[in-house]
């Protein structure tokens, strides 16, 4: 009887401490929709709110998506080739370069931002860009491609496979690209929902690299909690849910993936 | 070409970028915080300028209670999720991790919607008390906030060491006549020990440099991020805002660089 009662509290907290995350997002999600959110559901559903963000806002979702997209495709140049050759390499140097460029993770935001905005902010043509913003995001998201593909590199025998295709005369560019990039491929594709992820919802950098022509969707959430009413600050959140979701679901297969593998072979 | 030629040559792109966008500007950054008016002196401010030393007090304390409440809940949740298997469980814990994704800014808004002014806690609390409680721009808001956005990346390290643990050990215990709670205290946590130290580090730095809820919930409280953007922006006190932010970086940076020495596994903050 008494243990039963601990798992009933027990249950019943968990269930307190997942809807204390869950209801404000269902609450944003409903008032985004709603007619009034101080008369509640009653007053009646809209999509009126969602096409004022839309005008509003459409262009700081499109540069969202650019600014992502293109830090996708710097950190998968830059990230994949690198995480290769740490893993190749091995030894001390390695595990110091694995640490450098870990230390974005390490440092807030804000310090980074300010760090770019006292080297680069008297280079006004860059400063004004949306590339500004681009370096920022890459610098904090290059970890992650790096350190996903070496954890998939480093399942496997990176070594004997890169020899094998060596005697058989492929050379090194080939090799990378006909035998480890195909291997890596689990890793390639974790590292990238979480490049695209953090790059649309990142704001401690972004806020600071901004400028009024460059804001990106975090950006203009910001702005809209701070001036807009409540319904369309609610809409544009939903707007952002939207896009997010799927990207979290496809990680959560993604990661499943190895596992379902490893338990069929 | 030799391999160890390819290797370097695969290197170079990333050398460029890290020196580029952030060795170099974090170099500058530390020689800005030098070079202001009071020179050196501005690091020495971060401790000894009374507005400064309370922020960062305010900032440690905060992260730290927010660190030890989300381990706490964690813990209890993630032991019950991983010991239970039931209807819905899949669907608590995508609930429970869920946010990990959001930005600081959304946090804040979540927090406003749970407690502000139009918030949930506000109206249930006007009507079952006749008073309206409004927690979100206050210590209690940013509180939650931070516990909000820690929760998540608390919950699946403990969730993944309460999977290793060793069952035998606790049946072990249980037949020498351990009561339930000295199976916990004498078992279970030690054994969850370094699952506490990593993510605890990680919650601890992740609420150190936490910006984007402070800035959203606009409370008057001084958290560290908050001080740096005031000096940077209105004060244009940019020596000061660079010394305070390497300070800032120093103290996640250690956190975490600590909670690696003790654990052995990589830990690292983001968001």
């Known amino acids: 009887m008494r243990d039963r009662l601990i798992v009933a509290a027990q249950f019943l907290f968990t269930v307190v401490v997942a809807s204390f995350l869950i209801v404000p997002a269902i609450l944003s999600m409903l008032a985004g929709i709603t007619v009034s959110y101080f008369r509640g559901i009653a007053s009646g559903l809209t999509l009126q709110w969602v096409i004022q963000v839309w005008d509003l806002y459409a262009e700081t979702i499109a540069r969202s998506f650019l600014v992502a997209g293109s830090a996708l495709v710097v950190t998968l140049v830059v990230g994949v080739p690198a995480a290769y050759a740490l893993i190749v390499r091995g030894g001390r140097l390695a595990r110091a370069i694995e640490e450098i460029i870990t230390l974005p993770l390490a440092i807030p935001g804000l310090a980074i931002a300010l760090a770019l905005l006292l080297i680069y902010g008297g280079f006004s043509d860059f400063r004004r860009s949306w590339l500004f913003i681009l370096a920022g995001h890459v610098v904090f998201t290059l970890p992650f491609m790096v350190r996903a593909v070496m954890a998939v590199l480093a399942t496997m025998d990176v070594k004997t496979l890169d020899e094998g295709a060596a005697s058989l005369g492929a050379g090194p560019w080939r090799r990378f690209r006909d035998v480890i990039v195909p291997n890596a491929r689990p890793g390639i594709l974790a590292g990238a929902l979480s490049v695209v992820t953090i790059s649309l919802g990142e704001f401690n950098l972004t806020w600071m690299l901004h400028t009024p022509l460059t804001k ?11 001036s807009m009413r409540l319904e369309v600050a609610s809409a544009y959140t939903l707007v952002f849910f939207v896009m997010i979701i799927p990207l979290l679901v496809a990680m959560q297969v993604v990661a499943d993936l190895p596992g379902r593998q490893r338990a069929r072979g | 070409m030799s391999r160890n030629g390819f290797a370097q040559l695969a290197l170079l792109p990333l050398a460029l970028v890290t020196l580029a966008f952030f060795a170099l500007p974090m170099a500058k950054l530390v020689i800005v915080g030098a070079t202001g008016e009071m020179g050196l002196g501005a690091y020495a401010a971060i401790l000894l300028e009374p507005r400064y030393r309370a922020s960062l007090i305010a900032t440690v304390v905060l992260a730290a209670l927010t660190t030890v ?36 800014v959304v946090v804040g808004f979540m927090i406003i919607l749970l407690a502000g002014r139009q918030g949930l806690v ?150």
């Open chain 2, 69 to 104: 409440a989300a381990l706490a809940v964690a813990t209890i949740a993630g032991l019950f999720l991983q010991r239970h298997r039931f209807p819905g469980r899949a669907v608590l814990i995508a609930m429970l991790t869920f946010p990990l994704a959001f930005p600081g």
């Open chain 2, 122 to 271: 506000g109206d249930v609390t006007s009507r079952l008390l006749g008073e309206k409680v409004v927690l979100a721009y206050s210590i209690q808001g940013l509180f939650l906030g931070y516990l909000y956005f820690s929760i998540p990346r608390v919950i699946l390290t403990i969730m993944a060491a309460v999977e290793k643990l060793d069952p035998a050990l606790e049946e072990a215990a249980r037949t020498l006549g351990a009561g339930p709670w000295a199976v916990h205290r004498d078992v279970i946590f030690p054994a969850l020990g370094p699952a506490f130290v990593a993510s605890g580090a990680i919650a601890f730095a992740t609420a150190m440099g936490a910006f984007g809820t402070a800035f959203t919930l606009a409370t008057n409280i001084d958290v560290l991020p908050m001080v740096i953007y005031t000096e940077f922006t209105l004060s244009a006190n940019i020596a000061m805002a660079a010394a305070l932010s390497v300070g800032l970086g120093l103290v996640a940076w250690a956190t975490l660089a600590f909670a690696r020495s003790l654990s052995g596994s990589t830990v690292a903050a983001a968001g």
């Open chain 1, 216 to 226: 990106t969707l975090p950006v203009g959430l910001a702005d809209s909690y701070a």
